[in-house]
């Protein structure tokens, strides 16, 4: 089992793939994972099965959660239930988000 993650790494393989995520760790017990989006991509994701929890590494834009917008900026963080509507819009610059799930990514 791997122990160490550059996540680093990840966000260039975003970079230079055709996902704007990936999950770099999937357990049964936590996912952890990053994504990018480019200023106004759409981001495409559907409630999950797990909590999750968000850090901003960069950028701007907004998240909604249920029917709030939530302003972004580097070092906020934020907890979505599990089989909650959300997703990140309205980016300018690029996004960079460090994610968790309290259980695999499904």
Do not use: C, W
């Not at 906020?76 to 599990?82: E, R």
């Not at 309205?90 to 990514?105: A, E, M, Q, T």
Request: no cysteine.
């Amino acid at each position: 089992m791997k122990f160490e993650y550059n996540t680093l790494d990840y966000l260039r393989k975003i970079d230079d793939g055709n996902s704007y995520f990936h999950t770099f760790l999937n357990v049964n017990t936590l996912a952890a994972g990053v994504l990018i989006l480019k200023p106004d991509e759409e981001d495409t994701q559907l409630p999950h099965d797990s909590d999750e929890m968000y850090y901003i590494l960069e950028g701007d834009g907004f998240l909604k959660i249920k029917n709030k917008n939530y302003s972004l900026k580097k070092g906020k963080a934020f907890f979505v239930p599990k089989n909650t509507e959300h997703y990140f819009f309205g980016n300018k610059k690029k996004l960079s988000v460090l994610y968790f799930f309290s259980g695999p990514d499904n």
